[in-house]
């Protein structure tokens, strides 16, 4: 059974780093890409970045870029989401995801979803 486990949310204050961990289990990193989303209140979910098998990552959304950093360790089957700097803005429900096939924005494509953590972003 293919499962995703989210980890590492919490409050911080603005201009605070945490760091996110998508735990997999009942699969491999090496055959899926990994996406991370995240939805704030009254919003459409919205894409942060992904990881393929390789390695390589692509950020998807604007605000993040320079303060977000998403990596794996394949011998823990996880995959992390570096947050710093964060902002108020960044507030939400963060999502990982997995894939067979390519990284995409778009979250109807991604076949595993986890449960979410709560990241909040507040002085």
């Known amino acids: 059974q293919l499962q995703l486990v989210e980890s590492g949310g919490g409050l911080v204050q603005p201009g605070g780093s945490l760091r996110l961990s998508c735990l997999a289990s009942?699969?491999?990193?090496?055959?899926?890409?990994i996406g991370w989303f995240r939805q704030a209140p009254g919003k459409e979910r919205e894409a942060v970045s992904c990881?393929?098998?390789?390695?390589?990552?692509?950020n998807y959304a604007d605000s993040v870029k320079g303060r977000f950093t998403v990596s794996k360790s394949n011998a823990k089957n996880t995959v992390y989401l570096q947050m710093n700097s964060l902002k108020p803005e960044d507030t939400a429900v963060y999502y990982c995801?997995?894939?067979?096939?390519?990284?995409?924005?778009?979250?109807?494509?991604?076949?595993?979803w986890g449960q979410g953590t709560q990241v909040t972003v507040s002085s």
């Open positions: 995801a997995a894939d067979r096939r390519y990284c995409s924005p778009y979250a109807p494509r991604y076949d595993y």
């Open positions: 009942g699969f491999t990193l090496d055959y899926y890409v």
């Open positions: 990881i393929r098998p390789s390695g390589g990552s692509t």
